[in-house]
């Protein structure tokens, strides 16, 4: 009788010697390994392999983050609130906190980029445009028309900015400061370009009275031709004079090219 623990050895047909499958194989290709059985269902006994990770294609994911103890909740970029994100119940939930999440909102006012808004009713609405460039756009509408700075506090501008899913309008006096300060901002700008392109000029002048008040006025026109050979207009000045003297007009025509820095003169 052979113990157990002794190492058994049986003779072939061969008449060589074959060592049990617990025992470690000898031959130079398999030295130091042991021989691989099969499991009893037929399965290899080779650790298994890494399952695939599938990349998310939803464009939610671009403002998401899963979290490492669980695949199933994730974060929020912006405002750093947990929501779970289970692969079977899809993202809806995802996009909708991005409609009322305002650290997102934020963001993309200042990329600049669309948005939505909530109104007043409380509904959800498209803003194609940011809130500051809308406002530009209703001085600038002011100032192109000749419209009286009441329009912009009238019912019917009121009704169309409601209709067209636009913010709400500023007051008038909101509007009086923007557009000073957008007058003296283009001012400064053309003052700069005419200073450093040595522009020389053309002027011509005009004078009216008030039929109201009795009072005469002046605008001074500045005519030059542009690098690109264009013929541009200028409005320099609309001045308040005294009488239609000469010697008051110079004054008041000068003080205006020295207010603007020109020089250079065709013809006036």
Known sequence: MVSSSSKSAQKGGDGKERECED?????????????????????????????????????????????KESRDKCLC???????????KSGTSNLQKHLQICREYQSYLI????????????????????????????TNELLVLAELPLSFIESTGWKHFCNKVNFYKPHSRRTATRDIVEMFV????????????????????????????????????TAHFVDPTWQLKKLILGFKFVMDHKGQTISNVLLECLADWGIQKLFSS
């Not at 970029?77 to 692969?87: L, M, P």
């Not at 194609?128 to 809308?134: D, R």
């Not at 053309?190 to 009216?208: A, F, G, P």
Request: proline share 5%; glycine share 4%.
């Open 110 to 137: 200042s990329k600049g980029k669309d948005q939505t808004v909530i109104s007043d009713v409380g509904s959800v609405k498209t803003s194609n445009v940011p809130e500051p460039l809308f406002r530009e756009a």
């Open 23 to 67: 025992e470690v194989c000898q031959t130079p290709e398999f030295c130091g390994k042991r021989k691989q059985t099969d499991t009893p269902c037929g399965e290899s006994s080779q650790p298994n392999k890494m399952k695939k990770i599938v990349v998310p294609r939803s464009g939610v994911w671009k403002h998401y983050t899963r979290t």
């Open 77 to 87: 970029h912006y405002c750093q609130k947990v929501f779970s994100c289970a692969t």
């Open 185 to 220: 901002k283009k001012k400064e700008a053309l003052k700069r370009w005419l200073y450093t392109n040595q522009q020389r000029v053309s002027l011509t002048t005009d004078i009216w009275v008030s039929q109201v008040t009795g009072a005469s006025y002046m605008v001074v």
